[in-house]
């Protein structure tokens, strides 16, 4: 009962900044990792060379996920008072318009779940995702080349690497509660 109490109170306006903000830090601080991890991964007969500062899709691809499992996480009524302020601000840094940027997000989940069907594993479905964006079918043996399929031992790791950009949305309700 006095955990409750002792919670921080945020708004919706508060949560999108720190949503925002906390996926950014993660994609901008981690992404040299990534890039360095798919060059350096023994799943490809030749490096991709993706440079460290090349996160554009990687950055779509992480919040579109995130999006995903943010209208798990609260009821639909706030889920859609947040995504609609996480849409504006995320527009703004795009320098696009809202409804531009809503197509964007729409048109990568559905590359995004349909490079993934018939599985619903949304961090499974970022991973192929980012090896979709990334175009690294053409680094791999001639056997997955050929298929134009991911390798599954890439994607395994891959998976392992993806969920740590997935909000943990545990932790921040241990901390803040909600106005």
């Not at 995320?90 to 989940?109: C, G, N, P, R, W």
């Not at 479905?125 to 090896?131: L, Q, R, T, V």
Request: proline share 4%; hydrophobic share 40%.
């Amino acid at each position: 009962m006095f955990g409750t109490l002792l919670k921080k109170k945020v708004s919706d306006e508060k949560l999108a900044n720190v949503f925002i903000n906390g996926l950014f830090s993660s994609i901008d601080n981690g992404f040299p990792i990534v890039a360095e991890f798919i060059n350096d991964d023994n799943a490809f007969v030749l490096s991709p060379n993706i440079p460290q500062n090349n996160n554009y899709e990687f950055s779509l691809i992480i919040i579109v996920g995130n999006l995903s499992f943010l209208e798990s996480a609260f009821d639909p009524d706030q889920a859609s008072r947040v995504e609609l302020l996480v849409y504006s601000k995320l527009a703004k840094a795009y320098e696009m318009t809202i409804s531009e940027f809503k197509q964007l997000v729409k048109d990568y989940k559905r590359l995004i779940c349909r490079l993934n069907h018939p599985s619903r594993n949304m961090v499974y479905a970022m991973s192929k995702g980012i090896f979709d964006k990334y175009a690294l079918y053409n680094f791999q043996d001639e056997y997955f080349k050929r298929m134009q399929s991911p390798n599954p031992l890439f994607l395994k790791r891959m998976d392992e690497i993806v969920e740590n950009f997935v909000w943990d949305w545990d932790a921040f309700f241990k901390k803040y509660r909600l106005d």
